[in-house]
């Protein structure tokens, strides 16, 4: 079955110069050349393959599942992804629009033909006019070529790590992530953790275009340039090399002459650019630009205008790691973290793009923790001091400045942080914020927060191999390097416990994060019921009704509509009694006097579900009333007063609220249903009754 695949791909590949494109209409021939690209145009996402859940089978778009989709190249009509994670091969999109393996298929250091190859890790990819494509091998440190008819070989590095100029295998890269081929010919590499850019000619020579032994930012003559972490590159049609350089949050091109200049971004003016990852760039030098923080596709104009066209609030992508320009200026993204490729295309001016299936899907498989926790003993009992969902405050006086992304787990200061599951690094900056309370470390779909990465408590190196300690020219510490690509089994060691006491587990992309509860731990179990201390309503001036008849709240009918409050908590099992924990899912009814749901109410309206986090960053108080969080200096308790009118769940949220006026006077009551993971549910202190006037 497979070998009909490679005689489909050299029949394919080498003929889609002749076919009509299988992705987009033909158009009629231009009389004048190519049009200029329109600007400031807005995407309809559609789907070109993938359903959100990482896995290794292909052929048509639905059926088609990757594992780590990142470069994506489109010659001759022809579509191209490295599918990277467990998957490592290369695929290609055919004219029936089914997805077919090119090369590859395993974890490894080959040339060869179709199976027979194997790739580690591979990247960015790029075609020549020949319909060869280069691929930068990320996790061999190599620059491999693939033939249309899937023939394998590598072109330069030899499976090494490091840094050196030469022919061929003579030549070194440190993890490469970005390759472009030049209109000669000549391939330029983003050698990304070199801080460098490289140049291999047509005769298999290296050489070095830009950048020095350190990351860093600077402009100028190429040898004195400074770059920091850059991740792919792209050739104009004047020759200037243009490079997305991640960490410094900048475009930077380098001139024919040698010389890097940054267009956009860098230093310490109000940042434009939030982790340029990936870039391709138009005939009349539009750049489109992928973010990895914010999960946006943007559009740079030659004047430096920038647009989202596709990936603002909710409908962000997970981490667009690939972007390739069409025939026709559509532009094809491949999603790593969401395991889909997109196609975006310009929508008619004044059109609402259609709702698009983003992100990974919520069916997507967990990682296998097998119950192990982040600490030691592994499969003992740790106490949980957070959850998803929570209220936090920051360290200005602000108690509700996000939504708590995870899960909390004690434990001493400088106690070995403990991988749970086994991982493949698969960010390009999978550490942060080095010394900072909340440096952390990205392995595959887990992040473990509040730790020195990479370090024991005094600093010391873990594992000198994998967390690469990088220091500054005064000879400080400046950062914890772990290359894309890396390996870790269950039980290896992270890190070490900062002073935040805690381990901080989050699951799932920024955006995107899932209940961390759903893992499963070792004896881990929760009995107790959740505490409801208050319900009230609350006016437009947020101002808590008071007036009482009989016992009873007296709301007026034609007052406008209200906030449904709740103050409510909850614990687990062996927690300590002070050890306050948000709840999971938090909804009302409204009854009538004699106890009756009202139409529309028979079943509780659960607007509060804490089963996956919102990306925006409003959530925090469209979830929680003010005088939530932790609101009393020294306080070692935290306040949940969850809006239950308003809707938090599924990833979306909204605002709402309880219109009196469309109940008729008389006796209600409201009643509460509060939940925690567990499916336990407050029982005291749950309805609140009221007589509408």
Known sequence: MERKYWVSAVVVVTGAALAASFLWAPQPPLPSGPLATPLGWRAQVALLGGDGIVGSSQGAPAQTRFSDPWGVAISGGV??????????????????????????????????????????????????????????????????????????????????????????????????????????????????????????????????????????????????????????????????????????????????????????????????????????????????????????????????????????????????????????????????????????????????????????????????????????????????????????????????????????????????????????????????????????????KLDYIHMKVGRDAANRPLDAARFQLVNDEAGQLDRVRVRRGTRFQPGDALGSINNQAHVHLAVGPSGYERNAVRLGFSNYADHVAPKIDDIALLDSNDQRLRDKVDGRLQVAREGGGLQLVVEAWDQVDNNLPRRRLGLYALGYQILDASGQPLPGYEQPRMNLIFNRMPPQREAVKVAYAADSGITVHGSSSTRFRYVLTNTVRDGQLATGLLQPSELLPGDYTIRITAKDFSGNEAVAGRELAMVVR
Request: net charge negative.
């Open 79 to 444: 579509l191209f992804v490295a599918d990277a994670g467990d998957n490592n091969r290369i695929v290609y999109r055919a004219v029936d629009g089914r997805f077919h393996v090119l090369a590859g298929g395993r974890e490894g250091f080959a040339d060869g033909s179709g199976q027979a190859a194997a790739f580690n890790t591979p990247s960015g990819i790029a075609a020549d006019a020949q319909g060869n494509l280069y691929v930068a091998d990320t996790g061999n440190h190599a620059i491999r070529k693939v033939t249309p008819q899937g023939q394998v070989s590598t072109v330069a590095g030899n499976g090494r790590p490091g840094f050196a100029d030469g022919n061929g295998a003579q030549a070194q890269f440190n993890g490469p992530m970005g390759v472009a081929v030049g209109s000669e010919g000549r391939l330029y590499v983003a050698d990304t953790w070199n801080d460098r850019i490289r140049v291999i000619e047509t005769d298999g020579r290296v050489w070095t275009l830009a950048g020095g032994e350190r990351p860093g930012w600077a402009d100028g003559p190429a040898a004195q340039a400074r770059f920091d972490t850059p991740t792919d590159v792209a050739v104009d049609a004047h020759g200037n090399v243009w490079v997305a350089d991640l960490q410094n949050n900048a475009l930077r091109t380098i001139t024919p002459m040698g010389e890097v200049n940054t267009r956009m971004g860098g230093g310490d003016s109000e940042r434009v650019l939030w982790g340029p990852m990936t870039l391709a760039l138009t005939h009349d030098d539009v750049v489109y630009v992928g973010e990895r923080l914010s999960g946006r596709v943007l559009q740079v104009s030659p004047a430096g205008h920038v647009v989202a066209v596709a990936g603002n609030d909710a409908e962000r992508f997970a981490r667009p790691a690939g972007v390739a320009v069409a025939a026709d200026g559509s532009l094809v993204v491949t999603d790593a973290d969401a395991h889909r490729v997109h196609h975006l295309q310009q929508l008619p001016v004044g059109t609402v793009p259609q709702l698009a299936e983003l992100g990974p899907s919520s069916d997507n498989p967990l990682p296998r923790n097998e119950g192990r926790w982040p600490l030691a003993p592994q499969t003992g009992w740790h106490e949980v001091t957070g959850t998803l969902g929570e209220v936090r405050g920051n360290f200005s006086g602000e108690s509700r400045h996000h939504l708590h992304s995870g899960f909390d787990v004690r434990g001493d200061v400088g106690q070995t942080v403990l991988a749970i599951a086994s991982g493949k690094v698969s960010s390009p900056a999978s550490t942060w914020t080095l010394g900072g309370q909340a440096e952390g470390f990205s392995l595959d």
